[in-house]
């Protein structure tokens, strides 16, 4: 079995269009998600591979839907949430 | 035992409820080992939460043919010494 993220070899996908000059965040909150992701696994609440997997644990269809940084804050409220860090709901877009 | 440049390997074809990789596209396949990329814990491992010792990390040189049934390319993949075995 493999999960959602699991696609490589998988036929039916467009083309990648590389976008020329493209930035290193398109919106704000972006740059905000990486800077938190970063300071929670450096104060070690949790680790690369936890993120990674939190990020495949998520529901196929929200996967598929959402944006890269979307999907990196999902998986941010996963972990915190599953760490005791945060309530269900605490944390919200 | 460690592999070696040169060496032909196997990827496992276990099926991992979780995390893993060892995409699936290269599960039992076969494979070259191109270079040995260090060692790190094995990430399937760390995912879950465990405290694993280091193991060797190898990239592996697949032909695409191997992998997918046509194409005169090939795909190297970074893969744990977990995720191979000899090729008999």
């Not at chain 1, 992701?37 to 591979?49: E, K, S």
Request: charged share 25%; glycine share 10%; hydrophobic share 40%.
């Amino acid at each position: 079995m493999s999960r959602v993220n699991d696609v490589g070899g998988a036929i039916g996908f467009p083309a990648v269009v590389e976008e020329p000059d493209e930035p290193r965040f398109h919106h704000d909150w972006e740059a905000h998600v990486v800077a938190l992701n970063g300071a929670l696994i450096r104060r070690g609440v949790y680790n690369l591979d936890e993120f990674r997997d939190a990020q495949e644990r998520l529901p196929v269809e929200q996967f598929r839907s959402s944006g890269y940084y979307e999907r990196w804050f999902a998986a941010i409220g996963t972990l915190l949430v599953e760490k005791g860090v945060c309530a269900p709901g605490e944390l919200a877009p | 035992m460690t592999f070696a440049p040169g060496d032909t390997v196997r990827a496992r074809t276990v099926d991992v409820a979780g995390h893993t990789r060892l995409p699936g596209y290269a599960r039992g396949a076969r494979g070259v080992v191109v270079e040995v990329a260090g060692a790190h814990p094995l990430a399937d491992d760390r995912a879950r939460g465990l405290d694993v010792p280091a193991q060797p990390v190898y990239h592996v040189r697949f032909a695409a043919r191997e992998l997918f049934g046509e194409g005169d390319h090939s795909v190297v993949v970074e893969l744990w010494h977990d995720h191979l075995e000899g090729p008999a």
